[in-house]
């Protein structure tokens, strides 16, 4: 690592990446823990790079997804608590970054939680959030999508390590990006992993819910499966994160699970949100978080349109 985009000095750094089941951290699963120690001027940097061992299988999704198998999992997966113990002594108390840490940030605590191991207060940064900052006028932020934009080798996508090493070189090829700080949510000011969100995207969040509904075409369908399962009439309720995105170029208002976009607020919904965005004061802003719960989808009669409608749960001010 000797390109100009690599810092020659300063604190140690690390990288890290989870492959999961699915997007819902209280009910899925960690199965790849990758790490990358990068030491500014060092000639090589420490890794980690563990299958975890689970007791289900894995959907079909994210077999296809990421290529990881039962097999491989069987033969290879060791128990998440070695793992988690290794992971905590190997990041030790320097800064973490992550490609949408809120998300590895979110599993990370309920595995915490779920093996009784103390809170970590290492400081996280989001290489997701950095790229849109760096590069605002790209049509996606995908990972592999910066890769591409970057002319970096995208390697063998949704497996740790190679995602680990793509948001390091996303992540430090963007703090030479000549673009200015990206504003901060003065409302949170604790960005360690232990907050759940060590990301500048503002979370939205309050003491009540309202329900919305996320208006999908046929070409959001596979993610909106991958969440809600097959053509579901009345899906399980999922505890997810999702994000809302401002479209700059419509009045649209889409929603995105883990950076894929399965639909869009209704037109009113859509209207409401921006109108409360502007009274907020946060007009800077394009991307949104909020935890949510997915009260199951209604699909279309017909097969070939591949059409639903999916309900979220999303909390909001009593103001």
Same mark, same amino acid.
């Given at each position: 690592?000797?390109?100009?985009? @690599?810092?020659?000095?300063?604190?140690?750094?690390?990288?890290?990446?989870?492959?999961?089941?699915?997007?819902?951290?209280?009910?899925?699963?960690?199965?790849?823990?990758?790490?990358?120690? @990068?030491?500014?001027?060092?000639?090589?940097?420490?890794h980690m790079d563990q299958l975890i061992a689970i007791d289900r299988p894995l959907p079909p999704f994210i077999k296809?997804?990421?290529?990881?198998?039962?097999?491989?999992?069987?033969?290879?997966?060791?128990?998440?608590?070695?793992?988690?113990?290794?992971?905590?002594?190997?990041?030790?108390?320097?800064?973490?970054?992550?490609?949408?840490?809120?998300?590895?940030?979110?599993?990370?605590?309920? !595995?915490?939680e779920r093996h009784g191991r103390r809170p970590i207060r290492n400081i996280g940064h989001c290489a997701l959030a950095?790229?849109?900052? !760096?590069?605002?006028?790209?049509p996606s932020h995908k990972l592999v999508h910066l890769a591409s934009h970057l002319k970096l080798d995208v390697g063998?996508?949704?497996?740790?390590?190679?995602?680990?090493?793509? !948001?390091?070189?996303?992540?430090?090829?963007?703090?030479?990006?000549?673009?200015?700080?990206?504003?901060?949510?003065?409302?949170?000011?604790?960005?360690?992993?232990?907050?759940?969100?060590?990301?500048?995207?503002?979370?939205?969040?309050?003491?009540?819910?309202?329900?919305?509904?996320?208006?999908?075409?046929?070409?959001?369908?596979?993610?909106?499966?991958?969440?809600?399962?097959?053509?579901?009439?009345?899906?399980?309720?999922?505890?997810?994160?999702?994000?809302?995105?401002?479209?700059?170029?419509?009045?649209?208002?889409?929603?995105?699970?883990?950076?894929?976009?399965?639909?869009?607020?209704?037109?009113?919904?859509?209207?409401?949100?921006?109108?409360?965005?502007?009274?907020?004061?946060?007009?800077?802003?394009?991307?949104?978080?909020?935890?949510?719960?997915?009260?199951?989808?209604?699909?279309?009669?017909?097969?070939?349109?591949?059409? @639903?409608?999916?309900?979220?749960?999303?909390?909001?001010?009593?103001?």
């Amino acid at each position: 690592m000797r390109d100009s985009h @690599y810092p020659i000095s300063g604190e140690p750094i690390v990288f890290f990446d989870f492959e999961t089941t699915g997007l819902c951290a209280k009910k899925d699963a960690i199965i790849e823990i990758a790490a990358v120690k @990068y030491v500014p001027g060092a000639q090589s940097h420490a890794h980690m790079d563990q299958l975890i061992a689970i007791d289900r299988p894995l959907p079909p999704f994210i077999k296809r997804l990421t290529g990881i198998s039962d097999d491989m999992l069987r033969t290879s997966g060791r128990p998440m608590a070695e793992v988690l113990d290794e992971f905590i002594e190997f990041i030790g108390d320097h800064d973490v970054v992550a490609f949408n840490i809120n998300f590895d940030a979110r599993f990370l605590n309920a !595995a915490i939680e779920r093996h009784g191991r103390r809170p970590i207060r290492n400081i996280g940064h989001c290489a997701l959030a950095r790229a849109r900052s !760096a590069w605002p006028e790209l049509p996606s932020h995908k990972l592999v999508h910066l890769a591409s934009h970057l002319k970096l080798d995208v390697g063998t996508a949704h497996r740790a390590l190679n995602d680990t090493l793509l !948001a390091l070189e996303v992540y430090f090829h963007s703090l030479q990006a000549d673009r200015p700080e990206p504003p901060s949510n003065n409302k949170k000011k604790d960005r360690t992993i232990a907050a759940g969100a060590p990301s500048i995207i503002p979370i939205i969040s309050g003491p009540r819910q309202f329900r919305i509904e996320v208006l999908g075409t046929s070409r959001y369908q596979e993610a909106f499966e991958a969440v809600c399962g097959p053509r579901t009439q009345k899906g399980t309720v999922f505890d997810i994160q999702v994000q809302l995105r401002i479209e700059t170029a419509s009045n649209s208002v889409r929603v995105l699970l883990h950076e894929e976009v399965v639909g869009n607020l209704a037109p009113r919904v859509a209207q409401d949100f921006r109108r409360a965005v502007i009274d907020g004061d946060l007009a800077e802003f394009r991307h949104f978080e909020c935890s949510a719960k997915i009260r199951g989808g209604k699909v279309s009669e017909s097969l070939k349109d591949g059409c @639903y409608v999916m309900w979220l749960d999303i909390p909001q001010d009593d103001d």
